[in-house]
């Protein structure tokens, strides 16, 4: 029998996954992480991009897409505290692809500082989303 360990995934809307895990992958800021049972503890953030948690007895992957927020890991439970969570096969692709595009747009439009950020947070979500829904179409 695999090892595992414990995972939640919650937003402040809902907690969308609680269960057990024989392995987590979640986009880091400096790329992704793998998370296995005893892993040292750590706390970092994490960038908008899908969690994927592989569920034990070869049950089916579930992909979680996040739009950024916390991951903390101790050697018996991962905790992500996401900003916005949505299992990846809710996500609605052409309002992703119509936010992309809108963002796209606002780049090309913006001056100012903060106008610019804005647009490239809302570009890299957008992003992140139509990744995630691409990885689940190859799954299947």
């Known amino acids: 029998m695999a090892r595992t360990f414990h995972v939640d ?5 809902q907690s969308i996954f609680s269960g057990e895990a024989e392995m987590v992958i979640a986009p880091g800021e400096a790329g ?8 040292m503890p750590l706390l970092t953030r994490i960038k908008p991009g ?3 948690i592989q ?18 890991v101790q050697p018996d439970r991962v905790t992500v505290l996401a900003d ?5 096969h809710d996500l609605d692709e052409a309002k992703a692809m119509e936010a992309e595009r809108l963002a796209k ?3 090309v439009n913006r001056t100012g500082a903060m106008e610019v950020a804005k647009a490239q947070a809302e570009l890299a979500e957008a992003a992140a ?9 190859q799954r299947r």
């Open 9 to 13: 995934i919650v937003s402040a809307e």
């Open 32 to 39: 992704e992480l793998g998370i296995l049972p005893e892993h």
């Open 50 to 52: 899908t969690v994927r």
């Open 55 to 72: 569920t034990p007895n070869g049950g089916e992957e579930e992909v979680i897409y996040v739009s950024g927020g916390m991951m903390e």
């Open 84 to 88: 916005t969570s949505v299992r990846a």
């Open 105 to 107: 747009e606002a780049l």
């Open 129 to 137: 989303q139509l990744s995630a829904i691409r990885k689940l179409r």
